[in-house]
């Protein structure tokens, strides 16, 4: 079904999603769980790894009680270790029949953990978790991703990657960490980055495949609590207690530029959506700002090079 151009897209104008098999993760919670719900209202077969089974499987049951007949699949997936990323990709490799995803989003994520934390492999948890992880994920993914049009790689960023900097002699928060403005906009400009270097990439192997991004600008969901747990910066906490109440939207809302990223005729290659109202806070998905070091393919280029030495991580395109 086409996407009408001047109607704002709703949840109503995603195509049938019948017979298309769907990865997302972070899907028992806020945004991710919005999007697998919609997809699976549409038909989906849906895989959603969680960083407990009993996670996922909750998720699962709550869809179920709105979509019946949804097929819904749980797994296993720390993002924040490698290990655990590699196991989750190789248990998927021996449950699917070869190349048979279409859509991965690449949706979980933590914001502003108070204090610096380093993963198991060492490296600080907002960039492991929102960006290494996923990146790794990806290149472990690909193989199994069905080569033709229609195939999706969506990878959720945020507005706050306007205000990010990839620092090469600070990525891991090494030298100073700024939990928002400093390691998660970092994160999260290196989303955005991933997803347009990706879509070059695979444009110039002749791949069909899209990667596609979206933000869903400011949505009331778990992210506020569960990195900051109650402890984010006083400038933080002050400009939530203005824009809250103002120009944030619940997680159903928040969920649409991801699916519109995910599913929209409309969405072009390497298009990055969200909100449309100030500042990109909430509204209709329609095409974001892309911050100028976005687009900077040197920084592009460097960044994926440190990222495979980080994770181990090679795309065969
Ligand atoms: N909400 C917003 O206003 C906003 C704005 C900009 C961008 N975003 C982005 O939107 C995405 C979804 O966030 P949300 O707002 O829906 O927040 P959320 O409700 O907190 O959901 C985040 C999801 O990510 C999962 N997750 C966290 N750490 C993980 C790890 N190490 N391994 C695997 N999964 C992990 C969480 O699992 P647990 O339940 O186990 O914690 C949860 O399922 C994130 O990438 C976030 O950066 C959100």
Redesign the pocket.
């Known amino acids: 079904m086409a996407t009408k151009t001047n109607s704002p897209f709703t949840a109503n104008d995603i195509p049938s999603q019948q017979g298309r098999r769907v990865l997302i993760?972070?899907?028992?919670?806020?945004?991710?769980?919005?999007t697998a719900l919609e997809l699976a209202r549409r038909g989906a077969e849906i895989i959603l790894?969680?960083?407990?089974l009993d996670?996922a499987n909750e998720a699962i049951k709550r869809i179920r009680r709105e979509v019946p007949s949804a097929s819904l699949t749980p797994g296993i997936?720390?993002?924040?270790?490698l290990a655990?990323v590699r196991a989750f990709a190789a248990s998927i490799a021996e449950r699917l029949p070869g190349r048979s995803l279409d859509l991965l989003i690449?949706?979980?994520?933590?914001?502003s953990v108070p204090q610096r934390e380093l993963t198991v492999d060492g490296y600080e948890?907002q960039f492991?978790?929102?960006y290494l992880?996923p990146f790794l994920l990806t290149s472990l993914l690909y193989p199994q991703m069905k080569q033709e049009r229609g195939t999706r790689i969506v990878t959720?960023?945020?507005?706050?990657s306007n205000q990010g900097k990839i620092e090469f002699d600070n990525l891991q928060s090494e030298r100073v960490y700024k939990p928002m403005f400093g390691a998660?906009s970092q994160s999260?400009l290196a989303?955005l980055i991933f997803q347009l270097e990706l879509q070059r990439r695979l444009t110039a192997a002749g791949s069909p495949i899209l990667s596609t991004g979206a933000?869903?600008?400011?949505?009331?969901?778990?992210?506020?609590?569960?990195?900051p747990a109650g402890a984010s910066p006083l400038s933080f906490r002050i400009m939530e207690m203005i824009l809250k109440p103002l120009a944030?939207q619940d997680?159903h809302h928040?969920a649409l530029p991801?699916l519109f990223a995910a599913t929209s005729s409309a969405a072009t290659s390497g298009g990055y959506y969200g909100p449309s109202g100030f500042q990109e806070l909430k509204g209709h998905p329609v095409p974001a700002k892309i911050a100028p070091a976005a687009k900077d393919l040197n920084l592009a280029n460097r960044l994926w090079t440190e990222t495979e030495r980080l994770t181990g991580a090679t795309f065969t395109f």
Do not use: F, W
């Open positions: 993760t972070g899907a028992n919670s806020g945004i991710g769980y919005e790894p969680a960083r407990s996670k997936l720390d993002l924040a270790s655990s690449n949706n979980a994520g933590v914001m948890r492991a978790t929102n992880g959720v960023a945020s507005g706050v998660y999260k989303d933000h869903p600008g400011y949505a009331i969901t778990n992210l506020q609590t569960s990195g944030s997680a928040g991801t």
